[in-house]
């Protein structure tokens, strides 16, 4: 079981930046590639980035350059540094791990999420 605490957002003007925060609680952190998602107001849920155990990331490209997914496996934490945010990137962004191979349409495990909202 492993359970995930978000934190970090906010309201920021476009332009700036945001750095969420993950906790993940278990001791099976190491098993799964540790993720972030986003639901825009009106929209599906879509995958923003992902890393995995040994520090691959992996982006949506929209966000490609702008994002970085961090790691540390020492303190079950994950964190994404968002900079030049846009209005498009306002949503409620999710912390969720996955076992690899698996889709993060269907992710095993997920927290409650945090809003960003980014103003013009």
């Known amino acids: 079981q492993v359970q995930l605490v978000e934190s970090g957002g906010g309201l920021v003007q476009a332009g700036g930046s945001l750095r969420l925060s993950c906790a993940a609680s278990?001791?099976?952190?190491?098993?799964?590639?540790m993720g972030w998602l986003r639901r825009a107001p009106g929209k599906e849920r879509e995958f923003v980035g992902a890393?995995?155990?040994?520090?691959?990331?992996y982006y949506r490209d929209s966000v490609k350059g702008r994002f970085t997914i961090s790691r540390d496996n020492a303190k079950n934490t994950v964190s994404l540094q968002m900079n030049s945010l846009t209005v498009d990137d306002t949503a409620v962004y999710y912390c969720?791990?996955?076992?690899?191979?698996?889709?993060?349409?269907?992710?095993?495990?997920w927290g409650q999420g945090t809003q960003v909202t980014v103003s013009s």
């Open positions: 969720a791990a996955k076992t690899a191979g698996s889709s993060w349409q269907a992710p095993r495990y």
């Open positions: 278990g001791r099976t952190f190491r098993d799964y590639v």
């Open positions: 890393i995995t155990w040994d520090g691959v990331r």
